[in-house]
């Protein structure tokens, strides 16, 4: 079993990312990092390139936990998650929430809110700071 980080190369990526981590050491566990991109556009800021990911394995390999990291593509990267949680009997889900308004939810639609509602296992949502 592992934590699963749903990352994203920014503020709330590395606060899921630190706090994953920390959770897979308390609990004597690996990580596994999901990197998503819905594929629909040109570049995507949020799907880490070649020196994203050497940095995040030189993290990971630092962090002194047991890690694999899972770049992935599809439709939905709420359902990308939850596959990869599912896939390897996760522990717990730790995503990097931001702040939206009701209105905001309600037309966009959240990745973490679906990750949250659809999980079945412990979801722990974190901020930056």
């Given at each position: 079993?592992a934590?699963?980080?749903?990352?994203?190369p920014?503020?709330?990526?590395?606060?899921?990312?630190?706090?994953?981590?920390?959770?897979?050491q308390?609990?004597?566990t690996?990580?596994?990092?999901?990197?998503s991109t819905?594929?629909?556009?040109?570049?995507?800021?949020?799907?880490?390139?070649?020196d994203?990911k050497?940095t995040l394995?030189?993290?990971?390999?630092?962090?002194?936990?047991?890690?694999?990291?899972?770049?992935?593509?599809g439709?939905?990267?709420?359902?990308?998650?939850?596959?990869?949680?599912?896939?390897?009997?996760?522990?717990?889900?730790?995503?990097?929430?931001r702040h939206?308004?009701?209105?905001?939810k309600?037309?966009?639609?959240s990745?973490?809110q679906?990750?949250?509602?659809?999980?079945t296992?412990?979801?722990?949502?974190?901020?930056?700071?």
């Amino acid at each position: 079993m592992a934590v699963v980080i749903g990352y994203i190369p920014d503020e709330y990526g590395e606060a899921a990312l630190a706090h994953g981590i920390a959770e897979a050491q308390r609990r004597g566990t690996g990580v596994v990092v999901v990197n998503s991109t819905k594929g629909d556009a040109l570049v995507d800021r949020r799907y880490l390139g070649e020196d994203g990911k050497v940095t995040l394995e030189e993290q990971l390999t630092a962090s002194g936990v047991e890690h694999e990291l899972r770049q992935t593509m599809g439709r939905d990267i709420a359902d990308e998650i939850l596959a990869v949680a599912k896939e390897v009997a996760a522990d717990a889900i730790v995503i990097g929430i931001r702040h939206r308004t009701p209105v905001g939810k309600l037309i966009m639609g959240s990745v973490a809110q679906r990750v949250i509602i659809d999980a079945t296992c412990p979801v722990i949502a974190v901020k930056p700071g």
